[in-house]
């Protein structure tokens, strides 16, 4: 739903510079921001809620596995189905 709100200046400046650090838009910042409020949960100041796993093992990808192309990656999932 498309709604006008008045948004003090340098707040809504934080708000599009911390959106475009996490690489979210504005809206999905506001509403996620929203969302958390009416939880009852504040927004952390890190902006990390939780740690993300990090694998210790050994390996890695297949050879001939690029993990910056979407292509080399479906195809290499192909292959172990």
Do not use: W
Request: hydrophobic content about 35%.
């Amino acid at each position: 739903m498309r709604t006008t709100l008045d948004i003090n200046d340098k707040l809504l400046a934080q708000a599009k510079s911390a959106a475009a650090r996490e690489k979210s838009s504005l809206t999905r910042f506001i509403e996620e921001a929203l969302a958390m409020r009416l939880r009852g949960r504040r927004p952390s100041k890190s902006g990390r809620g939780f740690a993300i796993p990090v694998y210790q093992g050994s390996g890695g990808l297949a050879p001939g596995v690029d993990p910056t192309s979407n292509r080399s990656l479906l195809e290499a999932a192909d292959d172990f189905t």
